[in-house]
Protein backbone atom coordinates (compact mmCIF):
# COMPACT_ATOMS: atom_id res chain seq x y z
CA UNK A 1 0.00 0.00 0.00
CA UNK A 2 0.94 3.47 -0.91
CA UNK A 3 0.73 6.93 0.48
CA UNK A 4 -2.67 7.83 -1.56
CA UNK A 5 -3.93 3.80 -1.36
CA UNK A 6 -3.73 5.12 2.21
CA UNK A 7 -5.25 8.11 1.99
CA UNK A 8 -8.48 6.85 -0.41
CA UNK A 9 -8.73 3.84 2.49
CA UNK A 10 -8.81 6.56 5.36
CA UNK A 11 -10.98 8.92 3.69
CA UNK A 12 -13.35 6.21 3.00
CA UNK A 13 -13.42 5.18 6.41
CA UNK A 14 -13.93 8.30 8.51
CA UNK A 15 -16.21 9.88 5.14
CA UNK A 16 -14.00 12.85 4.74
CA UNK A 17 -12.53 13.94 1.35
CA UNK A 18 -9.53 12.84 0.07
CA UNK A 19 -7.70 16.23 0.64
CA UNK A 20 -8.60 16.62 4.19
CA UNK A 21 -7.45 13.05 4.84
CA UNK A 22 -4.14 13.67 3.00
CA UNK A 23 -3.71 16.82 5.44
CA UNK A 24 -4.62 14.70 8.35
CA UNK A 25 -2.08 12.30 7.19
CA UNK A 26 0.57 14.72 5.91
CA UNK A 27 0.38 16.65 9.61
CA UNK A 28 0.50 13.41 11.79
CA UNK A 29 3.49 12.44 9.97
CA UNK A 30 5.02 15.79 10.46
CA UNK A 31 4.73 16.08 13.70
CA UNK A 32 5.97 12.38 14.55
CA UNK A 33 8.83 13.45 12.50
CA UNK A 34 9.65 16.52 14.32
CA UNK A 35 9.36 14.84 17.46
CA UNK A 36 11.49 12.34 17.12
CA UNK A 37 14.25 14.94 15.92
CA UNK A 38 13.63 16.78 18.93
CA UNK A 39 14.88 13.16 21.05
CA UNK A 40 10.99 12.75 22.06
CA UNK A 41 9.29 9.04 22.16
CA UNK A 42 6.12 8.63 20.36
CA UNK A 43 3.93 6.14 21.83
CA UNK A 44 1.25 4.62 19.75
CA UNK A 45 -0.63 2.21 21.80
CA UNK A 46 -1.77 -0.61 20.20
CA UNK A 47 1.47 0.26 17.10
CA UNK A 48 4.94 0.81 18.34
CA UNK A 49 6.75 3.35 19.44
CA UNK A 50 8.87 5.50 17.15
CA UNK A 51 12.30 6.81 18.67
CA UNK A 52 15.63 8.48 18.16
CA UNK A 53 18.66 5.91 18.47
CA UNK A 54 22.53 6.06 18.36
CA UNK A 55 24.03 3.62 16.00
CA UNK A 56 28.15 3.50 17.39
CA UNK A 57 30.89 4.09 15.21
CA UNK A 58 32.80 1.06 13.67
CA UNK A 59 35.22 0.04 10.90
CA UNK A 60 33.84 -1.23 7.33
CA UNK A 61 35.22 -1.95 4.52
CA UNK A 62 34.82 -0.93 0.85
CA UNK A 63 33.47 -3.49 -1.07
CA UNK A 64 35.14 -2.40 -4.24
CA UNK A 65 38.62 -1.70 -2.37
CA UNK A 66 38.61 -3.66 0.39
CA UNK A 67 40.72 -0.59 2.69
CA UNK A 68 39.14 -0.43 5.85
CA UNK A 69 37.14 2.77 6.63
CA UNK A 70 36.29 4.60 9.70
CA UNK A 71 32.31 4.52 9.69
CA UNK A 72 30.93 7.69 12.50
CA UNK A 73 28.67 7.58 14.83
CA UNK A 74 25.31 8.92 13.60
CA UNK A 75 21.14 9.04 14.63
CA UNK A 76 18.56 7.29 13.12
CA UNK A 77 15.00 6.96 13.67
CA UNK A 78 13.88 3.41 14.98
CA UNK A 79 10.50 1.51 15.06
CA UNK A 80 9.68 -0.68 18.22
CA UNK A 81 5.92 -2.18 17.28
CA UNK A 82 3.61 -2.95 19.72
CA UNK A 83 2.38 -6.15 21.57
CA UNK A 84 -0.99 -5.89 19.63
CA UNK A 85 0.94 -5.32 16.06
CA UNK A 86 2.79 -8.22 16.09
CA UNK A 87 0.35 -10.28 17.01
CA UNK A 88 -2.20 -9.23 13.90
CA UNK A 89 0.73 -9.91 11.95
CA UNK A 90 1.54 -13.46 13.36
Do not use: H
Not at 1 to 29: F, P, R, Y
Not at 34 to 46: C, S, T
Request: aromatic fraction near 6%; include cysteine; glycine fraction near 8%.
Amino acid sequence: MNKAELIEKVAAETGLTKTQSEKILDCTIDNIRKAVKKGDEVKLVGFGTFIKAKRKARTGRNPQTGKEIKIPATWYPKFRPGAEFKNMVR
